[in-house]
T-cell receptor, first 117, second 111 residues
Framework: GAVVSQHPSRVICKSGTSVKIECRSLDFQATTMFWYRQFPKQSLMLMATSNEGSKATYEQGVEKDKFLINHASLTLSTLTVTSAHPEDSSFYIC?????????????FGPGTRLTVL | RKEVEQDPGPFNVPEGATVAFNCTYSNSASQSFFWYRQDCRKEPKLLMSVYSSGNEDGRFTAQLNRASQYISLLIRDSKLSDSATYLCVVNSPTGGFKTIFGAGTRLFVKA
C-alpha cells in the first residue's frame, strides 16, 4: 500500500526557533499533499494544500508567512514553522494523494509532535 | 453549523455489543465519504470508504444517505481492539478539493 513518512516524529524546540517537517511519499508520486494540525482532543484541521511546483493554498486563518510550505518534488513536501511559539505546539500530520489516479483517498503520514518551550 | 458533525461520545460498550455512529454533513455537493480510525496520539487510518450502495467489511458496515446527508458506521461484535476515535471524513468540491474531518466519536469497548 501507499506509504507516507514524516520526519521528525517528535521535536522539542525553544520559542523563536524555526522547525522544518518533511513529508515524503515513499512508493508513489503525489502532486498534492495536505498539511493538518491537531490539538489535543480536537479533530484534524486542514492548514494548507501543497501542490508540486506551485504555491500552497492556505486555509482561512493560517498565516502563510509563519507556516512555509515547499513542494519541490512529486515525493516531498516540507512545512516550516517559523519563529515557533508555545501556542504552535501541536500534532502536525501530512497526507498525500496519489498522482494519476481518480481516487481521492488520502494517505497519512505518522505525524510530527511539536513542543515549543 | 459545522460542515461535518459527529456525536463526540464517548460510547462505552461491552465486548460483543453492536454500536452505531452517525455523521451529518452540510454541503450537498460533497462527493466522497470515508470513515477513519484514529488511535491515541497516532495518525488517522482509513477504515473504509462509504458508497451510495453501502458497503460492508467484516464486522463493519457503512452507509450513506445523500437525501438526508448523513453517513453511518455500524460495528458488530465489538472487540477490545476497536477502542479508538472514529472520524467521519467528507470531501467537498468547495473551493477546489477540500477534505473536512468531523471531530470524531470516541469508542471504549470493555471486557
Amino acid at each position: 500500500g501507499a506509504v507516507v513518512s514524516q520526519h521528525p516524529s517528535r521535536v522539542i524546540c525553544k520559542s523563536g526557533t524555526s522547525v522544518k517537517i518533511e513529508c515524503r511519499s515513499l512508493d508513489f508520486q503525489a502532486t498534492t499533499m495536505f498539511w493538518y494540525r491537531q490539538f489535543p482532543k480536537q479533530s484534524l484541521m486542514l492548514m494548507a494544500t501543497s501542490n508540486e511546483g506551485s504555491k500552497a493554498t492556505y486555509e482561512q486563518g493560517v498565516e502563510k508567512d509563519k507556516f512555509l510550505i515547499n513542494h519541490a518534488s512529486l515525493t516531498l513536501s516540507t512545512l516550516t514553522v517559523t519563529s515557533a511559539h508555545p501556542e504552535d505546539s501541536s500534532f502536525y500530520i501530512c497526507s498525500a494523494l496519489e498522482s494519476g489516479t481518480s481516487s481521492d483517498e488520502q494517505f497519512f503520514g505518522p505525524g510530527t509532535r511539536l513542543t515549543v518551550l | 453549523r459545522k460542515e461535518v458533525e459527529q456525536d463526540p461520545g464517548p460510547f462505552n460498550v461491552p465486548e460483543g455489543a453492536t454500536v452505531a455512529f452517525n455523521c451529518t454533513y452540510s454541503n450537498s455537493a460533497s462527493q466522497s465519504f470515508f470513515w477513519y480510525r484514529q488511535d491515541c496520539r497516532k495518525e488517522p487510518k482509513l477504515l473504509m470508504s462509504v458508497y451510495s450502495s453501502g458497503n460492508e467489511d467484516g464486522r463493519f458496515t457503512a452507509q450513506l444517505n445523500r437525501a438526508s446527508q448523513y453517513i453511518s458506521l455500524l460495528i458488530r461484535d465489538s472487540k477490545l481492539s476497536d477502542s479508538a476515535t472514529y472520524l467521519c471524513v467528507v470531501n467537498s468540491p468547495t473551493g477546489g478539493f477540500k477534505t473536512i474531518f468531523g471531530a470524531g466519536t470516541r469508542l471504549f469497548v470493555k471486557a
